[in-house]
DNA sequence: GGATATGGCACTAAAATGATGCTGTTTCCG
DNA sequence: CGGAAACAGCATCATTTTAGTGCCATATCC
């Protein structure tokens, strides 16, 4: 249904978090609580960016998160990939190529116009930085694209 | 997981077949036969173009569908809101405003950003013709732009 | 050594999607 | 006229994906 995963989100969420208060180690139970969400959810999720590198833990008594880099050294596609997978958008660009899937591929009318619309949204994802998320001026559609660092659409616009 | 839904590949390679033999009223039975795929679906997906009013229908025994506007005219964002609707990217956007939803959203620090993906997404549809699908040259970002008019799809949202 | 954290899976429940069934209506054509 | 072929509109079932938990191990602080 091209809509991010609950799973995602809660990364999404977290990174945010953890990127207000940068260099602090923050639980798990302290970033669940502060926005009413599933403590173990939003646990694998942050275990998952821990796996990715985008994150490292502590353990321990006092232990948590905090971020493996920089804000600005993260694009939000690296985000995504870690928590959901690159996106396919159709069914013969899954990674296990899948062979028994499309009898359509040989002579498919649509897959490579559609390949280029991925790579346009993976593109703007690639080149929005977790630091792009953070200070967010509240854009309202209409509006100048606010997005300055970052040229999401070469064509026309 | 951030794909389309087999209904609108399936609609996207009728559309253009339709394309392709543009006038003509071509049955679901011969697209479905081209490509080896399900016939059923594919009936249904025009169907819903159809009522779109991106299709015209003939029944009878020589019936079935072509195109009601240029490709030219039609964005691919119309066509994949008719196929599965618009692009929601988080689940507080989804149309009934599902307010059980979200305990986060008074003071969701994802929200906004996400919004801006998701219609830098939904303008990249928007800009993307029937047309640029069909005659589709390996064309890298930068091509000219394909559409100008006809904006079919005025969210609100 | 106990309390509190993460690490890593496996598993179940719920939802979305894929696919098909069924009945009706329209049109052609013999 | 009457049947065949095609679309119209739902309803229904099966499959896949996602959401959410369970369970136990390991690490750290006190
Ligand atoms: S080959 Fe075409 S029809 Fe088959 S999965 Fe890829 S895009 Fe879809
Ligand atoms: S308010 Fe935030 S956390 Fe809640 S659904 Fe929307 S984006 Fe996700």
Redesign the interface.
Known sequence: ??????ST?YG??GL??LA?RRGEVVSVREIAGT???SRRHLGESLKALCRAGLLKSQRGVHGGYRLALEPEQVA?STI?AAL??E?????CETDHAESAGC??EP????R???Q??R???W???EQ?SLR???D?P??L?GAPS??EHLN??????
Do not use: W
Request: hydrophobic content about 45%; glycine content about 6%.
């Open positions: 249904m091209l809509q991010f995963t609950k989100e999404l969420i945010v978090h207000d926005y009413k969400i939000l995504v959901e997978g996106p396919a958008l159709t069914s009898h359509v002579h498919c009318p649509i490579s116009p559609i280029r619309i790579q346009g949204l593109r703007q994802m929005t792009a998320l953070i967010e509240l854009a559609p606010p997005i999401l659409f070469p064509r026309g616009n």
